[in-house]
C-alpha cells in the first residue's frame, strides 16, 4: 500500500476521540478438528477446514524441528515474515497460520475466543503431524500458545516462548488488582466500531512500535504493513478478540505446561505492561525463564527482530 500526500497529512488530524487515549496507556486480547494429512503432500503451505467450517490458512516452509508461530491482534502470519526467513535459513521448518477471523483465514462471526483458538490450532497440529514443536507467540499469540500447550500440547510439544504476551490476564478484577479496567478495551471496542481503518494506523504509528517516543526511528512501511494485516481481518473477529485478549484467564494453563518457556518482554511495552503480565507469569511457569529488554516496545520482534531473533535461536538450541 502506498500513501500520497493527502494521506500524509490526514495522519496529522490523529482524532483523540477515537479511542487512541486509551490504546496510548493501553495494553493491549464447538472443538476444531481435520483429518491428518499424509507428511508427503506438503506444499509449502494452504488452508484446512476444521470442525465448525472456518477455513484456517497457513505456511508451511522447509524441514527439521518445527516452529509454530502465533501472531498478536489484529494482525496474521505475515508479521513473523523476519522470524519464519532467519530460522528457515537455519535449517527448522517454519509454520504460522492466520488465526480465525483474520488474515486469509475466515471472516467467522463465531468461535472468536481462547478455547476455539487453540483447537484450531490442534487441528493444524494434527493435520501437520507435528512433533517436537515449538510454539512462539507474541501478545495474544502468547495466550493461544498457553491455552494450546496446556490442552493440547502434551506430545507434541518441545518448547514454548512467550514475547510480549497477555498472560496471565490483562483485566483489572479482584484478584488482579494491577490489570486494566474494562473501561480500556470498551475504548478499543468503540474505536474499531467507530473507524477501524484510522484505529488501525494509530496504534501502530504509535504506542505498539514505540514510534511514539522521542527520538524514535519511525518506519512508515511497518506502520502500513501492520494495517494492511489488520485491514485483511474481520472486524467482528477483530471485535470479539478483544475481549479474548483482555478477559481470557491463563493462570491455570501457565501452572499446567510443563515444557521450557521462554519469557521475553520490552520493559517499554505501551500496550502489554510488563508489571502485570510477564513478571507475573514467571511466576507461574514450572519451567520458565525471564528475559527482559529494557527500552524495547511491544512490537520489537519487528523494530529489533535481530536480537530477538538470536535470543530466540540460542534458546532452541538450548
Not at 492466520?98 to 487441528?123: C, I, K, P, W
Not at 518441545?158 to 470498551?186: Q, R, S, W
Request: glycine content about 10%; overall charge neutral; some cysteine.
Amino acid at each position: 500500500m502506498s500513501r500520497t500526500n493527502n494521506q500524509t497529512s490526514r495522519r496529522k488530524v490523529m482524532t483523540a476521540s477515537v479511542g487512541l487515549a486509551a490504546v496510548a496507556s493501553l495494553p493491549l486480547a464447538q472443538s476444531a478438528q481435520a483429518a491428518p494429512s499424509s507428511s508427503a503432500q506438503r506444499t509449502g503451505g494452504g488452508v484446512i477446514t476444521v470442525k465448525d467450517g472456518t477455513q484456517i490458512f497457513y505456511k508451511d516452509w522447509g524441514t527439521g524441528q518445527p516452529i509454530v508461530f502465533h501472531h498478536g491482534w489484529p494482525l496474521s502470519s505475515d508479521d513473523w515474515d523476519a522470524q519464519m526467513l532467519f530460522f528457515l535459513s537455519k535449517g527448522y521448518r517454519v509454520i504460522a497460520h492466520d488465526r480465525r477471523g483474520h488474515g486469509r483465514s475466515s471472516q467467522t462471526d463465531s468461535g472468536n475466543e481462547m478455547d476455539t483458538y487453540a483447537a484450531d490450532v490442534a487441528a493444524l497440529a494434527a493435520h501437520l503431524d507435528l512433533k517436537d514443536a515449538i510454539h512462539v507467540g507474541h501478545s495474544t499469540g502468547g495466550g493461544e500458545v498457553a491455552r494450546y500447550v496446556a490442552k493440547h500440547g502434551k506430545g507434541r510439544v518441545a518448547k514454548a516462548v512467550l514475547i510480549g504476551a497477555v498472560p496471565p490476564i490483562m483485566l483489572k478484577t479482584p484478584a488482579n488488582p494491577g490489570g486494566l479496567p474494562i473501561e480500556v478495551f470498551d475504548g478499543f471496542r468503540a474505536a474499531l466500531s467507530a473507524n477501524r481503518a484510522q484505529f488501525f494506523h494509530d496504534v501502530p504509528a504509535g504506542p505498539f512500535y514505540g514510534f511514539n517516543r522521542p527520538g524514535a526511528k519511525v518506519s512508515e512501511g511497518v506502520i502500513d504493513n501492520w494495517w494492511r494485516q489488520g485491514m485483511m481481518g474481520g472486524a467482528k473477529a477483530h471485535y470479539d478478540c478483544i475481549k479474548a485478549f483482555s478477559e481470557t484467564d491463563f493462570t491455570e494453563d501457565l501452572k499446567t505446561i510443563d515444557v521450557p518457556v521462554l519469557v521475553m518482554h520490552g520493559e517499554d511495552d505501551q500496550i502489554v505492561p510488563i508489571a502485570d503480565s510477564a513478571l507475573l507469569s514467571i511466576k507461574l511457569l514450572k519451567h520458565g525463564t525471564l528475559k527482559v529488554y529494557p527500552g524495547l516496545p511491544h512490537g520489537m520482534a519487528t523494530t529489533h527482530a535481530d536480537q530477538i531473533n538470536a535470543d530466540l535461536l540460542a534458546f532452541f538450541k538450548a
